[in-house]
């Protein structure tokens, strides 16, 4: 596609039910990018991917967040048993670089709201 | 864990005014300095970015300052218009690491008064 899409764009969580959020970076974007974009604040890093391989995950604020990119392009972002704390939007970016990520793109973003 | 500080939280500025935010940082091997807007329900979008080889960067309305010694950049909007209304974030990166994450400011709400 013609940009970064994310989807549901919202969610409505209910606390200790599983959700999981999707990318779909643009077409031939080696490089995958997750963010967390609390209320009023900016993104934080969540977890990076090159391709399929998932080279840096030190973001992810605890085990209970997972991500996944196993063919390389889609990008799922999935939290367990969710907690009010885990509120706030989920960006996700892509970039056609390997290195140097100039040209970041970012969805618009799955808002998420833990009950 | 903001490795980059910006203010201020919020602007407010008439029309044809020029609008400045400012950052700072302290890691001495970001590199890279890009500048982001964001409309409401919308990902960030880049808007100008710098390395820290020049002192300032121009495209059109919008200039990035950049103090290298002071570990400080800031963006200047001239001649600021309506649709200029966003919120505006900097940030910082070291490209040349394996994960070329970005760090954000926490950013600055512009509003434009017509």
């Known amino acids: 596609g013609a940009g970064v899409s994310q989807s549901p764009r919202y969610k409505v969580a209910k606390r200790g039910q599983d959700v999981a959020l999707r990318c779909d970076p643009i077409?031939?974007?080696?490089?995958l990018f997750w963010y967390q974009q609390a209320l009023g604040q900016g993104p934080e890093f969540l977890t990076y991917f090159q391709n399929e391989a998932q080279l840096d995950k030190s973001g992810l604020p605890s085990d209970r967040f997972f991500a996944e990119r196993p063919e390389g392009s889609v990008s799922t972002l999935k939290i367990q048993r969710t907690q009010q704390e885990d509120s706030a939007v989920y960006l996700c970016?892509?970039?056609?670089?390997?290195?140097?990520?100039?040209?970041?793109?970012f969805g618009s973003g799955t808002r998420l709201t833990v009950v | 864990q903001q490795q980059v500080k910006q203010s201020p939280q919020s602007l407010i500025v008439q029309k044809g005014g020029i609008s400045i935010i400012n950052c700072a940082y302290e890691?001495?091997?970001?590199?890279?300095f890009p500048w982001y807007q964001q409309f409401p329900g919308k990902g960030p979008a880049l808007l100008i970015a710098?390395?820290?080889?020049?002192s300032e960067k121009k495209e059109g309305r919008f200039t990035i300052s950049f103090n290298k010694s002071a570990k400080q950049f800031s963006l200047h909007i001239m001649d600021s218009q309506p649709g200029d209304s966003a919120t505006y974030f900097c940030a910082a990166m070291i490209p040349e690491t394996n994960n070329n994450d970005m760090r954000f400011g926490a950013g600055t709400r512009l509003t434009v008064k017509p």
């Open positions: 710098i390395r820290p080889d020049v």
């Open positions: 077409s031939g974007h080696v490089s």
């Open positions: 970016a892509s970039s056609d670089a390997q290195t140097g990520g100039r040209g970041y793109t």
């Open positions: 890691n001495t091997a970001f590199d890279y």
